[in-house]
């Protein structure tokens, strides 16, 4: 996903890789029925932990901590900005599914900044993931979902964009102003006087 780009504006960049051990898509714990809202998430307990050790290792801004993902990543992503928002300051979710990564009952959302892409009018995905069913995902529907969830959430900044007819993709080329957006909006800081907008 060219993120050397967010590396060359400053972030830390960690990339972590699933167990595929989620139930309803296996790449990432991500999707739960009500039945499984409950159960130890390891996927959930590796992102806390990577972030405590990155910290104990770098100089880690606090205020800015990210998560993102594409396609079975931004299922993950809608995953933990609902369930770690006291923590991430926002998230990018690139093409990923909403429905069942919503916590049951649903939580408050602390303040942050949520950017949602996909790659156009024809971003789906048809395959399988290892013995898992075969899935034809509809990532326009599901990113638009995702977008009026954050839209409406109390305190979330949120802002979405897409390419023209893509496919399913990550939009390496607005990565610059992706990672101005991120940067501009610390933790706490979900409208910044300093930072105008402008369409990528």
Not at 38 to 63: E, G, M
Not at 176 to 187: Q, V
Request: hydrophobic share 40%; glycine share 8%.
């Amino acid at each position: 996903h060219q993120l050397s780009d967010f590396v060359n504006k400053g972030f830390i960049v960690l990339a972590l890789d699933g167990e595929e051990n989620g139930s309803i898509w296996p790449v990432w714990d991500a999707m739960r029925t009500a039945e499984e809202q409950d159960l130890p998430n390891p996927d959930l307990d590796l992102f806390d932990l990577a972030v405590d050790c990155i910290s104990a290792h770098l100089a880690v801004d606090r205020s800015r901590i990210y998560v993102t993902g594409k396609s079975a990543g931004g299922i993950m992503t809608n995953y933990v900005l609902q369930r770690r928002s006291h923590l991430v300051a926002g998230g990018l979710i690139s093409s990923g599914i909403f429905e069942f990564t919503t916590p049951i009952p649903a939580v408050p959302l602390d303040p942050m900044v949520v950017l949602v892409t996909w790659g156009g009018d024809n971003d789906q995905w048809n395959g399988q993931a290892g013995d898992g069913p075969s899935v034809n995902a509809n990532f326009v529907e599901q990113s638009a979902v995702s977008s009026a969830f954050y839209e409406q959430a109390e305190g979330v900044n949120q802002a979405h964009c897409h390419g023209k007819d893509l496919g399913h993709a990550w939009l390496a080329s607005i990565n610059d102003w992706m990672a101005d957006f991120l940067i501009a909006h610390p933790k706490g800081m979900t409208e910044n006087p300093e930072y105008v907008f402008a369409s990528p």
